[in-house]
């Protein structure tokens, strides 16, 4: 591995990458033997260290701090800006393999990156509408969630109003949960993927018929 770098890192050792190791930086597969066995992750992961010390003077805690954030999917930060952020998710709904359950938010991360204060969260997982994980984190979908219930709020609805939403969400996910028991055994590909596509026609047959609405209830023009 240090012969891979040392072009870019030429005053790279090997007791600096055991430096690095004992700090709980790295943490390469061990053979039976003993010997360490380095991924290609674990090259990307040096890598990010090393550039990340040499170009911005960083101490190991932040970048450490950074390593973490970076473990539970979210991308790395800008050193401008050094706020690790979740990766950007195009279609709101997820597509048909759903939004990465890698990402694994903190409550202050959603907050901030939803835009929810901490009563408006505590409000809107009262009401059903996210929920947190077993590990105490959220994921991608909860934070689609929140920024939706962020957005609305801005319009005057509480979680109390979008209780509403809820409740025709659960019975979405029962009439396409009654789809995919009766075709159960009847697909090649994974039950996910057979899932996410149903979902997928449903939610676009849904929002062509608001978007019907839209146009022919409220101009676009006055």
Same mark, same amino acid.
């Given at each position: ?10 005053? =790279? &050792?090997? *007791? ?6 004992? @700090? +709980? /930086? $790295? ?88 835009? =929810? &204060?901490? *009563? ?6 009262? @009401? +059903? /509408? $996210? ?92």
């Amino acid at each position: 591995m240090i012969s891979e770098l040392s072009e870019e890192f030429p005053d =790279l &050792t090997v *007791s600096k990458v055991r430096f690095l190791e004992s @700090q +709980g /930086l $790295l943490s390469p597969i061990r053979t039976p033997s003993g010997y360490r066995r380095y991924s290609a992750a674990d090259r990307e992961r040096l890598a990010y260290i090393l550039r990340t010390q040499r170009d911005h003077f960083l101490p190991l805690k932040v970048i450490s701090e950074h390593l973490e954030a970076m473990d539970r999917g979210l991308q790395p930060p800008l050193i401008t800006d050094p706020t690790p952020r979740p990766p950007e998710v195009v279609t709101p709904a997820g597509s048909e393999r759903g939004v990465d359950a890698s990402v694994r938010l903190s409550e202050d991360e959603l907050l901030r990156e939803s835009g =929810l &204060t901490e *009563s408006e969260l505590a409000d809107a997982m009262g @009401q +059903g /509408l $996210l929920a947190v994980g077993k590990d105490g984190r959220y994921g991608l979908a909860e934070l689609q969630a929140a920024t939706a219930v962020a957005g609305l709020a801005a319009y005057g609805m509480s979680a109390r109003h979008l209780r509403t939403i809820r409740l025709a969400a659960d019975r979405h996910i029962g009439f396409v949960d009654q789809i995919l028991g009766a075709r159960a055994g009847s697909e090649d590909r994974p039950q996910g993927e057979v899932a996410g596509s149903i979902f997928l026609l449903t939610r676009q047959l849904e929002g062509a018929m608001l978007a019907a609405h839209i146009r022919d209830g409220y101009p676009a023009s006055r």
